[in-house]
């Protein structure tokens, strides 16, 4: 093909383009792919290099993860003993549960059913917000008994405080989904009053979601009180060890704990004075030391067991963020499906976003083992 | 006060300051092997261009033969020749590497402390500097130590550095073969005066450097500075401030001659009998607000001799 | 097809000429949001210009200041912390918000889709959106700027970066911003080549440019994550104290350098593969002769960028990692070296036997053979442990990755710039002002950063404000040679800029390009190609003839005539 005849056929396809663009794409298909099929694959191989760059923003984490369990297996059994078994094995199978609703509105979505994506997606949204709602219940819980990140870490577990009522964590929490609550349930009502087929579709599933979310929370609320009293006792059990544990040492030790302290707790010592002994202390410590050696912190210290919940937090909370982000591209395939949009040769944005929520799924499958069951 | 760089030693060749430790000819051999090699490879590619640039200039009446476009042998040639030489750097490389890492069993070791900006020596008989003091023809391992953010110890004319990570107990060593006074820097950002955090390596002979060192590590001879001495070498100051602030014991800031409320419900005067005890048996009196931590204090008896801790309580009582 | 114009299809021209008078990208449509929202690869790859070429000013002039304030050893015009956060800004300025963009997204945008045959990228909305991306992430770059206390380096190396004052948390998240525009970038790429190619475009017929962008994609989707999650954990290390880089915690900084460096080692690489493609594209055109060897340059790109993954621990050599981690690192390091290798000897033989011509691009693109060699052969002695530990964090390293990343893209930006110049905007610029920026640009840099190797070598920190009084010479020079430097680029934007007034219309072929954008008009169309197009041999340069009436180059009269496309 010449240069001269490319100018003109693109002459040309100036002169149609409005009028021709339209009538060989529908208006599902973008108007710079040739076909559906390429339209799809397109879609699809974006789909999986977005979730390889989520493994790998995860695998950041899962690799922290793994060093500091390695350098301090103790602080990982130690604290693991705090996360709730059955709250997490709850939301395990909630998701799992929530996996197979979303395959089942992606077969629906091929299939044209688009009733069946309006109803399987919804049930993907409930599923998810149960799961927040019992995480939100497992965070506050944990908030309550100083169970923080590292630097914020003042464990109360000894001595739990007896709340009245609900935790204030837990409230601040509710606030969110209770609104949109409030919200949706009005949107429905004025859906049935003006009969208005497709709001009713979408705000139907999406109020029975927000009400979900409360479900999960008296869910786990239950299961922690139920708990409470053995779960409550392990937890003591295993603050007084470390206690003990920590004052057994201070005792026959206290010459070195002396020295130890100051040193490894630059941060509650952090003036040059203090450190200035640790160095001079240590001194015998530090001439014996191997090349290069990590200086070990005691296992027992309190802002060494953080490091855990530091990282618990950490992956948690983005996999929740993931969980919301769902909820969201949810919403959208459930807004699409309600204005029946899909059908045997457009139902890609099902597929991917099954997809991404397969990922979010898979993931926790990881992080549950990895943090909640460790012995 | 002198500035540091007044005394900057002088770059002894084009590309590098005196050789003062016995890894440098080892360093600048390789390196100027390296150099010459780049050199080789740099003129060959640089004439090539400069060569077919102008060979195969665009002119009137000149049509260039579009045909030359690969060449097997070629392509072997010119991977298989730099991965041999590229495997020699690695090797070479690694073996002065190994060396820089292995020291020998013997080796006189200085504890070395980095703290936003400056550097601290402590040699093994107790002695502080700021400089670093070390003697010629003997291997010396540095155990390094921060306090806040990550340093690096850098000495150029002993071609070696390590960074200095809190946490961690990082070494380095070296033999330095030359006297003289050489440059120490910081080479790690560590924030508003890293390029300020300099120091001198000063290399003397054994005799001087014993000199040098028995010097450092005698007392000053005024009672007060004494006293100030010994609170910063024998880990006082780790528990005891000067300033007022509140570490882990009561600060001695205008503490002498003050009435203090003891653990047992008395009421007594801190004076010179009552540091002497404190020092030498410390749990026998508690002060209200420290009985918790009273045990975390060492006795002293048998470390400090009597002048000691005459020389002490004149500190303590100069802090008003 | 018929060679010559048909007149149904003049007809169609003139058609078209009456509903829109000039139907190219640029002016198809008009007004502000007709660009703000546009979801032309072109324009936002323009866009994306205008925007890093702003970024490249402000680091060029943070730049000027710094040597500036180096002139003479002591304290300046800045305080330490003054100095400090220049060079802080400098550095994040020219990594996140130029490099990092400049040839991927701002020439890639423009180029791919055209040089594939494509009508677009395969999701024009996400690329709109990485460069709102990118304007987010420099919005909070320039929040760092104005309260002025960002001074953690570009680095920020932990604990520095969590203890010290000033907008760290701003930073970190224009970076993780940034990052993921950087990651829909390289994902639309990757897609965009793999399902978007027209028939007959097969994977060895594809220009070396777009072989680099996939490479350079493939980094992008792979590295950049890892970035975004440890910008996140740096924040959170700094407001929820979970405390994983500090030893006070049980955490570990050093930590912190593998999780950075495993982005940003493979993110050197994002910055120079494109730079490659380009030099691969130009070096063949203007010797109007085919690439040597277009097997090894692409496969040397795959090569590069998997390398790219395992040698991130080169810059922690004097950070106390274990001895055989060391080793093992230093080994992988070298591996690289020869495929960059491989490329330059290519580049040099494409030549051989070619026809020469000298244009500004071309100037360009031997600026950059000649510095890149000295940045690649310079490596050999950071890769190698012994010298390493003298070299390590001085300015040796400093002018070691500037001829990399600035003689070696830059450079190679600018060349790219000078050759699709009039493909983007339709007009001619200055030969001869090209040429001359090209030369002063070239000696304005070799004077600036020579004499850092032989500072760093001799000793000198890098990161100094102030310094001893035995590098003062060397300094100045460097300085002299920054401002020449800075003067070569200023003749270069005065000279591109005034094309735009004063420049004759631009042919379709200026240089004798057989990529396929050559074959559109100068601008192109909105829609680049109507019917998927014929796709041939990119560096087929037979078919060619300069036509002095168009003052470019057109198909020879004969192939015309036949029609035939070989």
């Given at each position: 093909?010449s240069?001269?005849?490319?100018?003109?056929?693109?002459?040309?396809?100036?002169?149609?383009?409005?009028?021709?663009?339209?009538?060989?794409?529908?208006?599902?298909?973008?108007?710079?792919f040739?076909?559906?099929?390429?339209?799809?694959?397109?879609?699809?191989?974006?789909?999986?290099?977005?979730?390889?760059?989520?493994?790998?923003?995860?695998?950041g984490?899962?690799?922290?993860?793994?060093?500091?369990?390695s350098?301090?297996?103790?602080?990982?059994t130690?604290?693991?003993?705090?996360?709730?078994?059955?709250?997490g094995?709850?939301?395990?199978?909630?998701?799992?549960?929530?996996?197979?609703?979303?395959?089942?509105?992606?077969?629906?979505?091929?299939?044209?059913?688009?009733?069946?994506?309006?109803?399987?997606t919804?049930?993907?949204?409930?599923?998810?917000?149960?799961?927040?709602?019992?995480?939100?219940?497992?965070?506050?819980?944990?908030?309550?008994?100083?169970?923080?990140?590292?630097?914020?870490?003042?464990?109360?577990?000894?001595?739990?405080?007896?709340?009245?009522?609900?935790?204030?964590?837990?409230?601040?929490?509710?606030?969110?989904?209770?609104?949109?609550?409030?919200?949706?349930?009005?949107?429905?009502?004025?859906?049935?009053?003006?009969?208005?087929?497709?709001?009713?579709q979408?705000?139907?599933?999406l109020?029975?979601?927000?009400?979900?979310?409360f479900?999960?929370?008296?869910?786990?609320?239950?299961?922690?009180?139920?708990?409470?009293?053995?779960?409550?006792?392990?937890?003591?059990?295993?603050?007084?060890?470390?206690?003990?544990?920590?004052?057994?040492?201070?005792?026959?030790?206290?010459?070195?704990?002396?020295?130890?302290?100051?040193?490894?707790?630059?941060?509650?010592?952090?003036?040059?004075?203090?450190?200035?002994?640790?160095?001079?202390?240590?001194?015998a410590?530090?001439?014996?030391a191997?090349?290069?050696?990590?200086?070990?912190?005691d296992?027992?210290?309190?802002?060494a067991?953080?490091?855990?919940?530091?990282?618990?937090?950490c992956m948690?909370?983005?996999?929740?963020?993931h969980?919301?982000?769902?909820?969201?591209?949810?919403?959208w395939?459930?807004?699409?499906?309600?204005?029946?949009q899909?059908?045997?040769?457009?139902?890609?944005?099902?597929?991917?976003?099954?997809?991404?929520?397969?990922?979010v799924?898979?993931?926790?499958?990881?992080?549950?083992?990895?943090?909640?069951?460790?012995? | 006060?002198?500035?540091?760089?007044?005394l900057?030693?002088?770059?002894a060749?084009?590309?590098?300051?005196?050789?003062?430790?016995?890894?440098?000819?080892?360093?600048?051999?390789?390196?100027?092997?390296?150099?010459?090699?780049?050199?080789?490879?740099?003129?060959?590619?640089?004439?090539?261009?400069?060569?077919?640039?102008?060979?195969?200039?665009?002119?009137?009446?000149?049509?260039?033969?579009?045909?030359?476009?690969?060449?097997?042998?070629?392509?072997?040639t010119?991977?298989?020749?730099?991965?041999?030489?590229?495997?020699?750097?690695?090797v070479?490389?690694?073996?002065?590497?190994?060396?820089?890492?292995?020291?020998?069993?013997?080796?006189?070791?200085?504890?070395?402390?980095?703290?936003?900006?400056?550097?601290?020596?402590?040699?093994?008989?107790?002695?502080?500097?700021?400089?670093?003091?070390?003697?010629?023809?003997?291997?010396i391992?540095?155990?390094?130590?921060?306090?806040?953010?990550?340093?690096?110890?850098?000495?150029?004319?002993?071609?070696?550095?390590?960074?200095?990570?809190?946490?961690?107990?990082?070494?380095?060593w070296?033999?330095?073969?030359?006297?003289?006074?050489?440059?120490?820097?910081?080479?790690?950002?560590?924030g508003?005066?890293?390029?300020?955090?300099?120091?001198?390596?000063?290399v003397?002979?054994?005799?001087?450097?014993?000199?040098?060192?028995a010097?450092?590590?005698?007392?000053?001879?005024?009672?007060?500075?004494?006293?100030?001495?010994?609170?910063?070498?024998?880990?006082?100051?780790?528990?005891?401030?000067?300033?007022?602030?509140?570490?882990?014991?009561?600060?001695?800031?205008?503490?002498?001659?003050t009435s203090?409320?003891m653990?047992?419900g008395?009421?007594?005067?801190?004076?010179?009998?009552?540091?002497r005890n404190?020092?030498?048996?410390?749990?026998?009196?508690?002060?209200?607000?420290?009985?918790?931590?009273?045990?975390?204090?060492?006795?002293?008896?048998?470390?400090?001799?009597?002048?000691?801790?005459?020389?002490?309580?004149a500190?303590?009582?100069?802090?008003? | 097809?018929?060679a010559?114009?048909?007149?149904?299809?003049v007809?169609?021209?003139?058609?078209?000429?009456?509903?829109?008078?000039?139907?190219?990208?640029?002016?198809?449509?008009?007004?502000?949001?007709?660009?703000?929202?546009?979801?032309?690869?072109?324009?936002?790859?323009?866009m994306?210009?205008?925007?890093?070429?702003?970024s490249?000013?402000?680091?060029?002039?943070?730049?000027l200041?710094?040597?500036?304030?180096?002139?003479?050893?002591?304290?300046?015009?800045?305080?330490?912390?003054?100095?400090?956060?220049?060079?802080?800004?400098?550095?994040?300025?020219?990594v996140?918000?130029?490099?990092?963009?400049?040839?991927?997204?701002?020439?890639?945008?423009?180029?791919v889709?055209?040089?594939?045959?494509?009508?677009?990228?395969?999701?024009?909305?996400?690329?709109?959106?990485?460069?709102?991306?990118?304007?987010?992430?420099?919005?909070?770059?320039?929040?760092?700027?104005?309260?002025?206390?960002?001074?953690?380096?570009?680095?920020?190396y932990?604990?520095?970066?969590?203890?010290?004052?000033?907008p760290v948390?701003?930073a970190?998240?224009?970076?993780?911003?940034?990052?993921?525009?950087?990651?829909?970038?390289?994902?639309?790429?990757?897609?965009?080549?793999?399902?978007m190619?027209?028939?007959?475009?097969?994977?060895?017929?594809?220009?070396?440019?777009?072989?680099?962008?996939?490479?350079?994609?493939?980094?992008?989707?792979?590295?950049?994550?890892?970035?975004?999650?440890?910008?996140?954990?740096?924040?959170?290390?700094?407001?929820?104290?979970?405390?994983?880089?500090?030893?006070?915690?049980?955490?570990?900084?050093?930590?912190?350098?593998?999780?950075?460096?495993?982005?940003?080692?493979?993110?050197?690489?994002?910055?120079?593969?494109?730079?490659?493609?380009?030099?691969?594209?130009?070096?063949?055109?203007?010797?109007?002769?085919?690439i040597?060897?277009?097997?090894?340059?692409?496969?040397s790109?795959?090569?590069?960028?998997?390398?790219?993954?395992?040698?991130?621990?080169?810059?922690?050599?004097?950070?106390?990692?274990?001895?055989?981690?060391?080793?093992?690192?230093?080994?992988?390091?070298?591996?690289?070296?020869?495929?960059?290798?491989?490329?330059?000897?290519?580049?040099?033989?494409?030549?051989y036997?070619?026809t020469?011509?000298?244009?500004?691009?071309?100037c360009?693109?031997?600026?950059?053979?000649?510095?890149?060699?000295?940045g690649?052969?310079?490596?050999?002695f950071?890769?190698?442990?012994?010298?390493?530990?003298?070299?390590?964090?001085?300015?040796?390293?400093?002018?070691h990755?500037?001829?990399?990343?600035?003689?070696?893209?830059?450079?190679?930006?600018?060349?790219?710039?000078f050759?699709?110049?009039?493909?983007?905007?339709?007009?001619?610029?200055?030969?001869?002002?090209?040429?001359?920026?090209?030369?002063?640009?070239?000696?304005?840099?070799?004077?600036?950063?020579?004499?850092?190797?032989?500072?760093?070598?001799?000793?000198?920190p890098?990161r100094?404000?102030?310094?001893?009084?035995?590098?003062?010479?060397?300094?100045?020079?460097?300085?002299v040679?920054?401002?020449?430097?800075?003067?070569g680029?200023?003749?270069?934007?005065?000279v591109?800029?005034?094309?735009l007034?004063?420049?004759?219309?631009?042919?379709?072929?200026?240089?004798?390009?057989?990529?396929?954008?050559?074959?559109?008009?100068?601008?192109?169309?909105?829609?680049?190609?109507?019917?998927?197009?014929?796709?041939?041999?990119?560096?087929?340069?037979?078919?060619?003839?300069?036509?002095?009436?168009?003052?470019g180059?057109?198909?020879?009269?004969?192939?015309?005539?036949?029609?035939?496309?070989k």
């Amino acid at each position: 093909m010449s240069a001269t005849e490319l100018d003109a056929s693109h002459n040309h396809s100036h002169g149609h383009d409005d009028h021709g663009h339209d009538h060989d794409h529908p208006a599902w298909l973008a108007h710079h792919f040739d076909d559906a099929e390429q339209q799809f694959d397109s879609g699809k191989l974006g789909i999986w290099l977005f979730l390889i760059t989520e493994v790998l923003f995860f695998s950041g984490m899962f690799c922290a993860y793994a060093m500091y369990r390695s350098l301090h297996p103790e602080i990982w059994t130690f604290s693991s003993q705090f996360l709730n078994e059955t709250l997490g094995a709850i939301n395990t199978g909630v998701l799992l549960f929530s996996s197979l609703t979303m395959a089942w509105a992606v077969r629906c979505a091929m299939l044209g059913q688009n009733r069946g994506v309006v109803a399987c997606t919804g049930m993907t949204i409930a599923c998810a917000a149960i799961f927040l709602g019992v995480k939100a219940v497992e965070y506050s819980h944990k908030i309550d008994l100083g169970l923080l990140p590292a630097g914020f870490y003042v464990p109360q577990v000894a001595h739990p405080e007896h709340h009245e009522g609900l935790s204030k964590w837990l409230i601040y929490f509710m606030i969110v989904p209770g609104l949109l609550l409030v919200v949706l349930t009005a949107w429905y009502g004025q859906a049935v009053a003006t009969a208005n087929a497709v709001q009713k579709q979408i705000a139907g599933p999406l109020s029975v979601s927000a009400l979900c979310f409360f479900l999960g929370v008296g869910l786990g609320l239950y299961l922690e009180s139920g708990e409470a009293a053995e779960h409550g006792d392990k937890a003591h059990a295993a603050a007084a060890d470390s206690h003990d544990a920590a004052h057994a040492e201070g005792d026959h030790a206290h010459e070195e704990a002396h020295a130890s302290d100051a040193a490894h707790e630059p941060k509650d010592a952090a003036t040059p004075a203090a450190t200035e002994s640790a160095s001079t202390d240590s001194h015998a410590d530090a001439s014996h030391a191997a090349d290069n050696e990590i200086i070990s912190p005691d296992v027992n210290k309190p802002n060494a067991a953080g490091l855990f919940f530091s990282i618990y937090y950490c992956m948690t909370g983005v996999h929740a963020i993931h969980i919301i982000a769902g909820i969201l591209v949810l919403t959208w395939v459930l807004v699409k499906a309600a204005q029946g949009q899909f059908h045997s040769e457009y139902f890609g944005p099902v597929d991917y976003v099954g997809l991404y929520w397969h990922l979010v799924d898979f993931i926790w499958i990881y992080l549950f083992p990895l943090l909640y069951l460790i012995t | 006060m002198i500035q540091p760089w007044l005394l900057a030693d002088e770059p002894a060749s084009f590309w590098f300051p005196e050789q003062a430790s016995t890894f440098a000819p080892e360093v600048d051999f390789f390196f100027h092997a390296v150099l010459w090699i780049c050199i080789v490879f740099f003129t060959l590619i640089v004439a090539g261009m400069i060569y077919f640039v102008w060979k195969f200039r665009q002119r009137p009446g000149y049509q260039g033969s579009p045909e030359a476009l690969h060449n097997n042998t070629l392509e072997i040639t010119w991977t298989v020749i730099p991965t041999l030489i590229v495997v020699w750097i690695f090797v070479r490389g690694v073996y002065g590497y190994l060396d820089m890492m292995s020291p020998p069993t013997e080796t006189y070791d200085i504890e070395v402390k980095a703290t936003q900006w400056n550097w601290s020596f402590k040699y093994p008989n107790g002695a502080l500097s700021n400089d670093l003091h070390i003697p010629i023809n003997k291997p010396i391992k540095l155990i390094m130590r921060s306090e806040d953010v990550i340093h690096s110890l850098f000495i150029p004319a002993f071609r070696c550095k390590t960074d200095i990570v809190p946490g961690r107990l990082n070494t380095m060593w070296f033999q330095a073969i030359k006297e003289g006074s050489f440059d120490l820097y910081c080479t790690e950002y560590c924030g508003t005066k890293h390029s300020l955090m300099q120091a001198m390596t000063v290399v003397q002979s054994q005799e001087q450097f014993d000199a040098w060192l028995a010097e450092a590590s005698k007392p000053p001879e005024d009672p007060i500075e004494w006293g100030k001495w010994l609170y910063e070498r024998q880990g006082c100051k780790g528990c005891h401030s000067i300033d007022g602030s509140l570490v882990v014991g009561p600060s001695f800031k205008g503490s002498f001659g003050t009435s203090m409320d003891m653990s047992d419900g008395q009421k007594v005067t801190m004076d010179e009998q009552y540091i002497r005890n404190s020092i030498l048996n410390p749990q026998s009196q508690a002060r209200v607000n420290f009985a918790a931590k009273i045990n975390q204090m060492n006795s002293y008896a048998g470390k400090l001799k009597e002048e000691e801790i005459s020389a002490l309580t004149a500190f303590i009582k100069s802090l008003k | 097809m018929s060679a010559v114009v048909t007149p149904g299809s003049v007809q169609t021209a003139e058609h078209s000429q009456s509903h829109r008078p000039d139907p190219n990208y640029l002016t198809h449509t008009k007004g502000f949001l007709s660009w703000a929202l546009t979801l032309d690869h072109k324009r936002i790859g323009l866009m994306y210009l205008v925007g890093i070429l702003t970024s490249f000013l402000l680091g060029g002039i943070l730049a000027l200041l710094l040597r500036a304030e180096l002139f003479f050893p002591g304290e300046q015009m800045f305080s330490n912390d003054g100095y400090n956060q220049l060079f802080t800004l400098h550095g994040a300025v020219m990594v996140f918000l130029f490099i990092i963009p400049s040839v991927p997204a701002a020439l890639g945008n423009f180029l791919v889709p055209v040089m594939l045959g494509a009508k677009d990228v395969a999701f024009p909305r996400l690329n709109l959106s990485s460069f709102y991306l990118w304007l987010a992430g420099t919005a909070f770059f320039l929040v760092a700027l104005f309260s002025t206390g960002l001074d953690t380096g570009w680095t920020f190396y932990t604990p520095y970066s969590t203890l010290t004052q000033g907008p760290v948390v701003a930073a970190t998240m224009g970076v993780f911003i940034l990052g993921f525009s950087s990651i829909f970038t390289g994902l639309n790429f990757i897609v965009t080549i793999n399902t978007m190619r027209p028939p007959g475009m097969t994977w060895f017929r594809m220009p070396l440019f777009l072989w680099a962008t996939y490479a350079t994609s493939i980094i992008q989707v792979l590295a950049t994550p890892v970035l975004g999650i440890t910008v996140l954990l740096l924040a959170a290390e700094r407001v929820l104290k979970i405390g994983i880089f500090d030893p006070a915690y049980n955490g570990d900084p050093v930590a912190f350098q593998h999780f950075f460096w495993f982005y940003s080692h493979p993110a050197v690489y994002i910055m120079i593969l494109p730079a490659m493609g380009i030099i691969s594209e130009l070096m063949s055109v203007h010797s109007h002769k085919a690439i040597f060897g277009y097997r090894m340059i692409a496969y040397s790109s795959v090569a590069i960028a998997l390398f790219g993954f395992l040698v991130w621990g080169h810059h922690m050599f004097t950070s106390g990692m274990a001895e055989v981690t060391t080793i093992i690192f230093s080994a992988l390091t070298f591996t690289v070296s020869i495929p960059s290798a491989i490329k330059v000897f290519n580049w040099l033989f494409t030549m051989y036997q070619g026809t020469v011509s000298m244009v500004t691009p071309m100037c360009y693109a031997l600026a950059f053979l000649f510095l890149f060699t000295i940045g690649g052969l310079t490596g050999l002695f950071l890769g190698s442990l012994s010298t390493d530990r003298h070299l390590h964090d001085t300015y040796f390293v400093v002018a070691h990755f500037h001829y990399v990343m600035m003689g070696g893209t830059l450079i190679a930006f600018l060349g790219g710039l000078f050759h699709w110049w009039p493909k983007m905007i339709g007009k001619m610029y200055n030969e001869l002002g090209g040429q001359i920026s090209a030369l002063v640009v070239f000696i304005g840099f070799n004077l600036t950063f020579l004499p850092q190797f032989v500072m760093g070598s001799r000793g000198m920190p890098r990161r100094y404000a102030q310094y001893d009084k035995e590098f003062e010479f060397l300094h100045q020079l460097s300085t002299v040679g920054a401002f020449v430097l800075g003067m070569g680029l200023f003749i270069a934007a005065g000279v591109l800029l005034s094309s735009l007034f004063r420049g004759r219309k631009a042919p379709a072929n200026p240089w004798g390009g057989d990529t396929l954008e050559w074959h559109c008009e100068s601008p192109p169309p909105f829609y680049n190609f109507l019917r998927p197009p014929v796709v041939k041999d990119p560096y087929d340069y037979s078919r060619l003839v300069y036509d002095n009436r168009v003052g470019g180059y057109v198909e020879r009269p004969e192939d015309r005539a036949s029609g035939s496309h070989k």
